[in-house]
């Protein structure tokens, strides 16, 4: 029976309903094992009468919670089915330790926490172990962990990983072709498409900036894509643009600084936003003005974009595939269940404010200097 005030629905049970809603709660919480008491005992714990008490058995028997054992016996008490997965204990490592910050990264742990596993996070990331085999091998075998979650492995962490008899998921790095689960933006193609762009706006010196473990032992295919556009538009193919620098902020302004000192490129992509943003200050600090000087291509979106102006292009795409990705993985190994497929999350390349047009100088290139830095970064 139900009345209405307002907008809002009363919903007024009968004395079964709430007979059975007690009785229910009861064997919930374990009360009774076995066997369900009889009507006659029920009735007179709850001070009703036999026909209640049976009403309200009756709707329990109907929601399978009470299996009926014929006239004049006492019903059994269905047990609860087993459950059909096993928790994990899911561990997680990084390229870089504040990549746990990361916005999906963390609804990620929080889903499969809801989902009843145990989230573990490395107490070492992938850049502090310096891509050594022995190292990672002592730092995961000190976690006890079912599986394991690696985001921007290198391509020797990761065959390190696909290796191990236990599940694990990588989300980015280089993991085409290895028999590990994997998922992560199409960034190949976005790649290509801001690319294309650049070119379009005149633009013939055009450098990407990735970490080593995205060009080493070879290009990976982003960078790949990347190169095969340049070539593809005519353009001459080399180290210039893919430049080679050890993994450490010091190397990483040395190697720009060294970009910028004869031949500065007019554009550049620079893979994550951590890198992106060490870049801008670069480039403030020597009066180099984006993008009427230089071009910025971001690799990845950022909540910090939308209160940059001019606005930044990047590559953007939706981190909900990859976090519902990575859970249904972790739902089928906890049934057993081997789970090996990689897949690819949409991107889009954003043409922003920070692209523009070459500026041509007199002979054709670019025309801007250089401003010396008032100290070394």
């Known amino acids: 029976m139900a009345r209405f005030y307002g907008m809002a629905e009363v919903v007024f049970l009968t004395v079964a309903e709430q007979v059975a809603a007690h009785l229910r709660s009861e064997l919930e919480r374990g009360r009774w094992v076995g066997r369900m008491p009889g009507k006659h005992e029920l009735a007179a714990e709850l001070d009703v009468n036999n026909k209640t008490v049976e009403a309200a058995l009756r709707q329990l028997e109907a929601e399978g919670l009470l299996v009926p054992q014929g006239a004049g016996r006492r019903r059994a008490i ?60 002592r730092m995961v075998r000190s976690v006890e962990a079912d599986a394991w979650v690696i985001l921007g492995g290198s391509r020797r962490v990761l065959e390190w990983f696909a290796a191990q008899p236990w599940p694990s998921f990588a989300i980015f790095g280089r993991r085409g072709g ?33 970490r080593p473990r995205r060009r080493l032992p070879q290009p990976g295919e982003t960078e790949l894509a990347f190169l095969r556009e340049l070539a593809r538009q005519g353009l001459e193919v080399g180290e210039y643009n893919l430049p080679a620098w050890d993994e450490t902020p010091d190397d990483f302004h040395r190697c720009l600084e060294k970009l910028f000192l004869v031949t500065p490129p ?30 910025l291509v971001a690799t990845d979106p950022d909540p910090a974009f939308r209160w940059c102006r001019p606005s930044i292009a990047h590559i953007t795409w939706s981190s909900v595939p990859l976090v519902r990705r990575v859970t249904l993985w972790a739902a089928n190994v906890s049934r057993g269940k081997q789970d090996l497929r990689q897949s690819l999350t949409p991107a889009l390349f954003v043409a922003g404010g920070t692209i523009g047009a070459v500026r041509p100088g007199p002979s054709g290139s670019a025309n801007f200097r250089i401003a010396k830095p008032d100290s070394q970064p």
């Open 178 to 210: 290895l028999p590990i689960a994997a998922t992560g933006p199409d960034k190949p193609s976005a790649t290509a498409a801001a690319t294309r762009e650049l070119i379009r706006l005149g633009h013939r010196r055009i450098v990407l900036m990735v």
């Open 78 to 137: 269905r047990q609860p089915e087993e459950p059909r997965h096993r928790v994990l204990r899911i561990a997680f490592i990084a390229g870089e330790s504040s990549d746990f910050a990361l916005e999906y990264m963390v609804d990620l742990r929080h889903r499969l926490r809801k989902a009843g596993h145990a989230v573990i996070l490395a107490p070492r990331a992938i850049a502090d172990l310096q891509d050594d085999q022995d190292r990672l091998t």
């Open 266 to 295: 007019t554009a550049l992509i620079i893979d994550e936003t951590p890198l992106f943003f060490a870049a801008q200050q670069f480039l403030s600090r020597r009066g180099v003005r984006v993008p009427d000087d230089v071009s």
